[in-house]
């Protein structure tokens, strides 16, 4: 778009500008045609403004290439009361992979620090704490690396990259940190030696890890059933990076372990008790929950369900830039521009009266689509948007239902007990049912917009309700598989539904505490800097993982254990005989 502020701008400097900007354009073998300004069409009446359009010459993501190569000259012909501003949608992706790769620095310098404190705080020991760091940095650049070469071959989204390195990074510090203090437990608390200490480690914590990967890459699995590039492409980074962020934990980490041993208490603070893995706090809390279980359940059940309640209100869309002609939609329409290849094919384009992302919009396509003949195509971007989120929308159920249906299948091996693995799949849903009735508080209503630093849109983005289901729900079998393989591992021992259960919270629930503070400090770093998708990830995955680690896990599923009781690890002999034989029990 080229501006003139001195007089029509196809005289004097004006013409000379744009004489330039049509040359810089056709010089660039990647662009095709490049249409002059028309009258009526792309120039303003009052002829100050004109715009020079330059055809695709190559595929959307090497144009976005093109716009990043041409931005900065175009925008330095600009001068003497001319202002040569690139746009389209090629430089605007182009901008938004710049602001989300300075985003993602910003964040990660921030959430680094923020980590190693909670680590440092947890371990109690430096070099304990930098170890699920370590490993987890082994995971993210390999994953990197990997998902740079497949660019090379099929392309992937912008988004998968950032995504992709915030899952891994929480998740991968949740692993090995699982690992860590169950090693420090056999080693330094139970005296055993370096090798029983590591096939102990492995034959619990390992076996849950694992178990807790596989869990989560099956429920990122279900977001393939979209039949979108672009969701594929996120989902497929996402999973890649959580494939090698376990692989890095159950290969490395134990081999790392061997090798510090006692060195990983070194720089221990001074107040630390090394080695203590049964956590007298924990057990506290376990017998006050086991006292009075319907209390806290009731309590813990109301503040999801009054978090959850506003989801009811939730509106979907998609982003755009704000902004047929007998159509009461349309405000205007360009006059009709024939194909320039000889072939049939005429483009008219049409203005509508309402912004593309107001839900009216849609009622305009839809009566055109109905009027029009069957010959006619209505397309463009707020179309492709309406087409894509009515895409989403129908995918949503399909996903949630595939996502609830193989995390109760991957509980079920584990654990063998339907009736609770079928209630930490329940308890899941509350989480994510939370976590959903704030983030339209926050994206939709607008609350703490100022504080995060971004404009409401009136709705959220319309992938993000299958998209962060599936992630969220991800995180929260993740927490489940820890805090049930403890309680599991404890009721093999003794055959005692107390001990299974405060001594769950007992082993595990430090552990979930400080990966659910981990998480949530390196979710919210990415909620409050970037564009706006990282924010909403940010949000909607910190929030999820503040309310299923503090409130499901901690609090909803020991009651549940200590409601169930004995029925809570019940199996029918026909199942255990179709399963396989899987226990938490070290020996």
Known sequence: MVRSTDGPVTQGH?????????????DEPRIADVVAPMPGATLSQ???TAVVLAGAGVDTNEMVKVATDLKAPLQDLSGDGVEVNPTGASLLWSDFNEANLQAMMKSEMMSWPVTMAILVLAFGALVAAGLPLILTLAGLVASAGSLVLINH???????????????????????????????RAARMGAHESKRQAIAETMDTAGKAVLLSGLTVLVSLSAVMLV???SFRSMAGGIMLSV??????????????????????NKL???????????????????????RRPV?????????LLALAAPVLGLRTALPSIKVLRQDSGIAGAMPAMPASDGSDWVLVQAVPHTDPSDPALSATVDRLRADLPGSALVGGAAVENLDFKAQLDESTPLVIGVVLGLGFLFLLIALQAPLISLLGTLASLLSTAAAFGVARLVFQEGMGAGFLGFEPQGFLDAWAPVFFFAMMFAIAMDYTVFLLASAKEHDERSGDPHEAMVGALAHSGRVIFTAGAVMVAVFFTFAVSGPLPPKEMGVVLGVAVLLDAFLVRLVLLPVMLRLTGRAAWHSLAWLRRVLPDITFSHG
């Open 295 to 303: 209390l806290w359940g009731l309590a813990s059940l109301v503040v």
């Open 46 to 48: 009052d002829g100050r």
């Open 153 to 183: 071959l099929v392309p992937v989204s912008t988004w998968a990259m950032n995504f992709a390195m915030m899952f891994a990074l929480a998740l991968g510090i949740d692993y090995a940190l699982f690992l860590v203090v169950r090693y």
């Open 243 to 264: 494939l090698f962020v376990p692989a890095a934990t159950l290969t490395l980490l134990p081999l790392v372990l061997s090798w510090l041993d006692l060195r990983i």
């Open 227 to 229: 039949p979108s590039p």
């Open 14 to 26: 004006g013409r000379e500008v744009l004489t330039s900007v049509t040359r810089l354009l056709q």
């Open 268 to 290: 221990s603070l001074p107040w630390v008790h090394t080695g203590e893995h049964r956590s007298a706090r924990f057990a506290a809390w376990g017998e006050r929950l086991w």
